[in-house]
């Protein structure tokens, strides 16, 4: 057994130091633990107090913001009431009334009307269109921030309301905002307005804005907007300003002692801070704390924008400070209280001291006692154990340990040291067979990588190794079209369009549960020319059971598919022309059939219409003639009153006929002037009212007003004289025609309305054609071409014509006219 030198210091006094030195430790660790026991406990109380503190300043500082975003819905619910109340008038008296056009062609409030002190006040820049839309917008805006603004300013600067178009209304009792407005000024350059767009705020909810320095003012602000929307479009933005000028100051001056404060927004933006006024003042009001380099600062923003749901408390890294949180309801600001924690740490420090001095006493004693142990039962154990040590390292693993034989701990040591022996040498003699059998193993992976290689190289295809991911482990063949570099690594969903990977994953999944063959096939369009391509998948066992991997094969297939498209091109294209002709040959049938119809239904209807009279004109001139001469002359006046309407009703029809020719051919002459179709109704209203009165009828007129309209008056009143006529024919008596007018700016809308029978479905638009009728209108006559006529009428004037039933029972006949038309 070889023999060690003696060590410099001996093995009691070793152990003996450093068994001092850890029940030093202990005694330093017990020190520890009651100043942190103090500090924590300190710190528990703290962080109560401060966060309660915290939370009544920021309820406190919440109450104006809540008020305003209260305040802005309010109004923008009224706005949009009142809006509905208007509807479709136009308030154009009322506009130019209140406002007209300045020296610098913008509209604002007339200067001997304009009292900003007490209402509000409004520019609308020199080149918005001002509509009807526009009008009743701004009025009710004007309206309403003029009756609202001396109660929502009673705690804020002003109420302001902006639209889409370049305008803005305002109620600011200081000053009048719309003098400091231009034809160059852009209100899309305010976050107010720029953030109320569709485009800026899909959502469309209410908003804070950043805070901004008001010039006008000369005060630091921050606006709440909210949107006012109707039936899905953007009408305008209702708004406050709130001045924070003096919760800035309550934030740097009210403080607890040893304490101080800030205000931070979510993104570690600094509103308020007791140092940093200039500072915040010159970075716009929002001060990125970055800019700063302050390394303190960074901590304690950090901390404090990290604590749960903005409400609570939270200590910096390194424990310097403790900064308690709660949020400003509105615009979500922090509120920070920043408790330094050295404060704590001075009064924990005291009290240290007391138990560090009670525990070096004890420290001398413990030392004693344990040189007495380590002197005389473990020094000569522990000295064979690190000979024995000494033979393992050489490689001599037989040992006999005297030791072995104590029945106490370096007893069980030395029995575990010889134990330990053996084992280490049964694994050094099995580690050298297994580095024998790795190498053998390494001889076989080369060769069969260097095959791999060389049929890589011969294969026309690429051919990938993939995992149950799609990514991309081996690649053999030509892989560059697909790939660039190398494709290990990469996911073979790379190769494939967008649309097709989520088929392609299905693919490869079915491929590994069933462990069948799989085929895919998918267009690749870039780099153009386009090109189809064919994935086939085969998967392969791995060497556990339940592990898979896939063969991914791909082949360019596209002269296969133009092939088979240009196939199915020209078969489809042969089935088009065969059916598009066959369609055009039954068309031409049924049109040929339907004319036939109307015809011989025409010559009928008007050979009844023309003999009607002409029997009529014959049966009277022949009574007349032979009573001519004993007859009484008022017997002889009705003869020829009856002649003449027979005639007058033969002229009619003559006249219809001449004039659907003449509308057919183009060779009607229309005299077009401005007339007010409120007149040419009541005068053809008038004109049938006392047959409407023998046949138990009321007619009444509604919507009537003042539009003109650019008009051939005589055609007109032909077509309302139709349509009236028609109606008295098929209402009942007693019963009523309604005619109904309605202006929409660009188009006068007219309808004659009946309670008659309705008209079936299919021949709503067939009755407007020449020699048709319905079949509802049989029983009344008629040659069928009034109703053709006044198509022909309507339509030469820009508008249309067209009947639909009442769902309350009735037929209405409804037709428009452009109100300035382009001659």
């Not at 406002?99 to 820049?125: C, M, N, Q």
């Not at 549960?513 to 189809?532: D, E, I, K």
Request: with cysteine; hydrophobic share 40%; charged share 20%.
């Amino acid at each position: 057994m070889p023999v060690l030198p003696r060590p410099r210091l001996t093995l009691t006094r070793r152990a003996l130091t450093r068994m001092g030195q850890r029940v030093a430790v202990v005694i330093v660790l017990v020190t520890l633990g009651s100043y942190w026991h103090l500090y924590n406990s300190l710190e528990h109380m703290l962080i109560s107090g401060l966060g309660n503190y915290a939370e009544a300043r920021a309820n406190h500082e919440s109450q104006d913001f809540l008020l305003a975003q209260t305040q802005t819905r309010m109004m923008a619910d009224e706005y949009l009431r009142r809006l509905k109340a208007m509807g479709q008038t136009d308030p154009k008296a009322e506009f130019d009334a209140r406002f007209a056009a300045s020296p610098d062609g913008l509209i604002r409030v007339r200067p001997e009307i304009s009292d900003f002190k007490h209402k509000a006040t409004l520019y609308i820049r020199n080149d918005v269109p001002i509509t009807p839309d526009l009008r009743r917008r701004v009025l009710t805006g004007f309206q309403l921030l003029s009756e609202w603004g001396p109660l929502t300013t009673n705690r804020f600067l002003d109420s302001f309301m902006n639209m889409p178009e370049q305008l803005s209304i305002n109620y600011a009792p200081f000053v009048d905002w719309s003098l400091s407005a231009t034809p160059r000024t852009d209100i899309f350059q305010y976050e107010t307005v720029w953030r109320s767009a569709p485009k800026a705020n899909p959502s469309r909810k209410s908003f804070w804005t950043s805070v901004y320095f008001d010039e006008g003012a000369r005060k630091w602000m921050i606006s709440h907007v909210s949107l006012a929307d109707l039936d899905g479009r953007w009408v305008g933005s209702l708004g406050q300003d709130i001045a924070i000028d003096d919760l800035v100051r309550r934030t740097q001056n009210q403080h607890l002692p040893g304490t101080w404060n800030l205000i931070v927004r979510s993104d570690g933006q600094l509103i308020a801070h007791p140092t940093l006024a200039k500072e915040i003042a010159k970075a716009g009001g929002n001060l990125d704390v970055r800019q700063l380099h302050d390394k303190t600062l960074e901590n304690i923003v950090h901390a404090a924008l990290g604590v749960p749901n903005g409400n609570g408390a939270a200590t910096t890294p390194r424990g310097d400070y403790l900064v308690a949180v709660s949020t400003i309801a509105g615009p979500q600001w922090k509120l920070v209280v920043v408790y330094p924690g050295s404060l704590l740490a001075r009064i924990a420090r005291g009290n240290a001291s007391y138990v560090l001095l009670l525990g070096a006493g004890s420290l001398v004693l413990e030392l004693l006692i344990m040189w007495l142990v380590l002197q005389r039962h473990v020094a000569e154990p522990l000295q064979e154990m690190v000979i024995a040590s000494e033979r393992i390292r050489d490689g001599d693993y037989a040992v006999d340990l005297k030791s072995a034989r104590l029945d106490d701990e370096l007893g069980e040591l030395a029995r575990s040291i010889a134990g330990m022996a053996e084992r280490v040498g049964e694994r050094d003699r099995q580690l050298q067979h297994a580095a024998k059998q790795l190498a053998r193993e390494a001889d076989m992976a080369g060769q069969t990588a260097a095959r791999l290689a060389a049929l890589s190289q011969i294969l026309p295809d690429p051919v990938f190794l993939i995992d149950q991911e799609g990514t991309v482990r081996e690649a053999f063949g030509k892989t560059s079209a697909l790939f660039e570099g190398a494709p290990a690594g990469q996911s073979i969903f790379a190769t494939l369009p967008d649309d097709y990977h989520e088929l392609a994953r299905n693919a490869l999944q079915d491929a590994l549960m069933r462990g069948a063959p799989h085929r895919l096939v998918y267009p690749v369009s870039t780099p153009p020319p386009s090109r189809w391509f064919e994935a086939r998948l085969m998967p392969l066992p791995s060497s556990s059971s339940y592990h898979w991997s896939v063969l991914w094969l791909v082949r360019d297939i596209t002269e296969l598919k133009q092939a088979a498209e240009e196939t199915r091109l020209a078969r489809d294209h042969l089935q088009d022309i065969v059916a598009a002709q066959t369609a055009d040959l039954r068309a031409a049938r049924d049109k040929a059939d339907a004319a036939n119809r109307a015809k011989t239904q025409f010559v009928s209807n008007i050979s009844h219409e023309l003999r009607t009279p002409m029997h009529a004109i014959l049966s009277f001139a022949r009574i007349g003639i032979e009573k001519a001469a004993q007859a009484e002359p008022d017997k002889l006046r009705r003869y020829f009153e009856n002649i003449a309407k027979s005639g007058e009703r033969m002229l009619a029809t003559v006249n219809d006929l001449l004039d659907i020719a003449k509308l057919e051919a183009g060779k009607m002459d229309y005299h077009f002037v401005d007339s007010q179709l409120c007149h040419i109704v009541n005068t053809v209203v008038e004109e049938l009212e006392p047959l409407a009165a023998r046949r138990h009828v009321a007619m009444t007129v509604r919507g009537c007003d003042s539009d003109t309209v650019h008009c051939d008056s005589f055609r007109i009143a032909q077509v309302i004289r139709n349509l009236l006529s028609n109606s008295l024919k098929f209402s009942p008596s007693p019963g009523e025609i309604r005619v109904l007018m309605q202006s929409d700016g660009a188009m006068l809308h007219v309808g004659v309305c009946n309670d008659g029978p309705a008209i079936p479905d299919d021949e709503l638009a067939r009755i407007f054609e020449s020699f048709v009728q319905g079949t509802a209108t049989s029983p009344a006559g008629g040659s069928g071409l009034g109703l053709a006529i006044c198509r022909e009428i309507i339509t030469a004037h820009g508008g249309v014509i067209h009947a639909s039933n009442l769902d309350t029972g009735g037929v209405c006949f409804n037709f428009t006219l452009p109100i300035n038309r382009a001659m």
